[in-house]
């Protein structure tokens, strides 16, 4: 029964654990937490078969469902799904991170825990279902759908000000959302469908091209977010329990990233070449903005907030080169972001858990209270600089190297900007870490913490083994991309009416 | 000369007088089948609603005309009879639970709402602008009752005086513009009025005033003061029936008007629906944005709602008309709901509801807080829900027409509506310190709210059922 519908499972699994939790009784927190994390590893090992079946010596769309859904006379819709090299392993990503930010809500999260289960399970299924939505109506039903079991995350189990960052948050994406909608709107009215892979083959007008991909691009540089669309980010991150900020960090903003892939960049080719230059300016100032933005922070979370505005940076400038190295580094950056971004979190929700506090100032020479902690930060602070080794040299690599042998003129001045980046990610990384661990003795509060869990280390040490592979091997990762990434590009050029983009990073 | 009455066709009509004076009569028998008044009143409009149905299927092509007009039937007006009497039944169940059952002398209020009812049909299954009027005022006349049933309570009485008086303005506006245009044309018959040639300022005189008043009743601004007034003064049930099915027939009277009798003067009307469906839109919207009283705020949601139906007026093409119908029908679920939760806050008889005594509800209360929730979701246009779909296909069928300004207005409306919807799952949810109220749940309204929500999800997924019979019914006014 599931062999042809296997994606479907893969995507509303998590329903069944929702329906499961109802019949929870409240007070059983301890048996609600364990049956999430035995119910996430069980999803992750299920989807693992993406990986195993996934066949990257050809592209095509994979473990493709396609039954009509909708059927009337001004509204065609399909229940349209698959995935291709661009979204497996965010999909995989996302079913990897769950039972991880499960074990670490085993002690964080005290209050209301079924629902906060429910939730989380929610808004994984908006997740899958965003990434996996080949048909414009079923996606966009997902992607709003999601809003509100992360509203709720942050706005009943936030911190101070959860209910103004919930709200701004809601309100914020909806209104790129919204914006996004009149777009579909406008390109069933033109095509008359809203299935993706049609509407790559149809030729927009510039004029419409432009103003769609106004649309779009709005919607999706919300949620990535790109400066200026960045503001709710902090608020969101430092008010929402740890968590939310890691299924956040680690994976809704990848969904702006990725829908600039799949939607706004191939349909709007010729606009998308126009806007460019403009989009990378802005990621570049993203960059550089966040990293600037991230050394004055005194609290711990908002630093990594702030790092989360300039990482993504780097992987809108990889897409937005329109090479492969480029694209493939963007993808992996997507990734890795996810990883050690949302590693981050986990470990400064770890002492905030001991603490309750994540100002800078409160801690310094902790390294001597907790040596296991320190290493897991150290690790993970690396990777998010970019130490070769690590995930982040990786794509932080590929995507400069993509910029540098992009088309776009100028593009050593974008590289050279962007690189400039990379030293201020490991000035207020390495000026934080050295602030929190090193720097003084511990004061006679801080003396008192006590090192990880085993329960800690247990859902830490996927993530460095995570970090050490993409950092080690990541051709694994490259090789299942590949295809998709070069039928991306050869379909850009081949709709491209305006200007020619060599594929090879040649100057025209 | 003879007249032979066909009793078919008058059938729902005679039903609903006979329980009008069956429940007058009920009051003056002995105590105990009082108590059954609810059940009795709502056997009637099911008779009514059995009628209708039974109906539907003969009238895919064709249509039932019964004396020039005077009785109209097809497709259209019998989808809008169907909504109309479902809203009156789920009103009904709504009372049931809602008044105090000592107190409250049950059978005249049923025989008022049932006038009303009547009055309703009378002026959806109808091609004749006199029997509209008629209509209009039967189903006026007793709301103006109703929304003053408490009368000892003074935002009750004033709201009830309010409406009274701006509605009774409003219809002299509408008679008026019937005598224009009859005086212009010489017919009453909406079709007759298309045929005849129109120069004359006589003319553009008439539609004015029959805009007006239909404005009116539809609480499109700048016509809809007394809407938040009234509202808040009636009975929430009552809130809850007027605010759908008066509403819906006001709307697709004024679609009527204008697209049967005056489609060569669109050019005309248009930037007259235009104007006013921006402001009614945006009034509506911001005025909830400001509101204390939740009540209140739902009020000017629902002037708001109007203003997006009054959009796809403008759209001018069956997938306008189809997208008004669908959207009635899935704002009859959610309303139902929204006001039928608000029903349940009650302490005897004071239903006085303000964000704040919404504090920590969700969690004392699960069920009703999940209910809710999902009724301010859908009201959001949150999509999986039936508010999102009825929205998507208004805007897209603005889209197709290149109507790209109202579009985006109706776009920042909804995005502005966010708000204020979700500053009652705040409170619910979010909010620290619960207030300490307890309330005792009509097992009878819960119910309702129940199939309301999951009507609401189901036909947010599949909205095909309604759709269909949304564009079988559309298709025949054009």
Known sequence: MFENHFLSLITFFPLLAVVILLFFPSKEEKGIKVFGIVFSLIHFLISLKLLLNFDYSVYKLQFVERTSWIVSNFLNSQYFIGIDGISLFIVLLTTFLMPIIFLSTYSGITKKVKSFYIHMFLLEVGILGSLVALDLFLFYVFWEVMLIPMYFIIGVWGGER???????????????SLLMLLGIMYIYKTTGTFDVTKIYSYHFSLNEQIYLFIAFAIAFAIKVPIFPFHTWLPDAHTEAPTAGSVILAGVLLKLGTYGYLRFAMPMFPDAMVKFAPYVIVLAIIGIIYGALVAMVQKDIK???????????????????????????????????HGISTGALFLLVGVVYERKHTRLISEYGGIAKVMPVYATFFMIVTLSSIGLPLTNGFVGEFSILLGTFKSSWQHAWVYTAFAASGVILGAVYMLWMYQRVFFNTEPSEENKKLTDLTKREIAYLVPLVIMIFWIGLYPNFFFKRMQKSVDYYLNMFKAKQVVTVIDNEGGKK | ?????????????????????????????????????????????????????????????RSLDYMNGMVFYNAFNIYLSILVLVCGIASFVLAEGFFNKEEFKHPEFYAIALATICGLLVMVNTNNLINIFVGLELTSIPLYATVAYFRYKEPSVEGALKY???????????????????????????????????????????????????????????????????????????TAFMSIAPKAVA??????????????????????IFVIAILTVLIGNLGALVQNSVKRMLAYSSIAHAGYLLMAIVAFSIEGISAILFYLAGYLLINIGAFGSLSLLKIGDNDYVEYNHLRGLGYKYPLFGVLLSVFMFSLAGIPATIGFVGKFYIFKSLIVKEQYILALIGILGSLISVYYYLKVVVFMYMKENPEERNFEFSFLTLSLLVVCAVGVIYFGLFPQAINKLAILASKVLI
Do not use: C
């Open chain 1, 162 to 176: 959860r209910i103004y960052a919930a709200i701004k948050f809601f309100i914020y994406t909806m209104a790129g």
């Open chain 1, 302 to 336: 908002k630093l990594v907030a702030y790092s989360s505005v300039s990482h993504l940076g780097y992987v809108m400038l990889g897409l937005f080169a329109l090479t492969v190295y480029g694209m493939q580094g963007g993808i992996l950056q997507m990734i890795n």
């Open chain 2, 1 to 61: 000369m003879n007249i032979t009455i066909n009793y078919y066709m008058l059938m729902p009509f005679l039903i609903l007088t006979g329980g009008i004076i069956v429940l007058s009569f009920m009051g003056v028998l002995n105590e105990k089948i009082k108590h059954y008044s609810g059940v009795i009143a709502s056997l009637f409009l099911f008779a009514d609603l059995y009628y209708f149905v039974k109906l539907l299927p003969q009238l895919t092509y």
């Open chain 2, 164 to 238: 009274f008086i701006l509605g009774s303005i409003a219809s002299g506006f509408f008679l008026f513009g019937i005598a224009v245009i009859y005086g212009a044309t010489g017919s009453v018959v909406l079709k007759d009025i298309m045929i005849v040639k129109k120069g004359d300022e006589l003319f553009k005189l008439g539609l004015l005033f029959l805009m007006v008043g239909i404005g009116f009743k539809a609480s499109a601004a700048p016509f809809h003061m007394w809407t938040p007034d009234a509202y808040e003064g009636a009975p929430t049930p009552v």
């Open chain 2, 251 to 272: 709307i697709v009277i004024l679609v009527k008007i204008l697209y049967i009798a005056f489609p060569d003067m669109f050019i005309l009307w248009e930037k007259a």
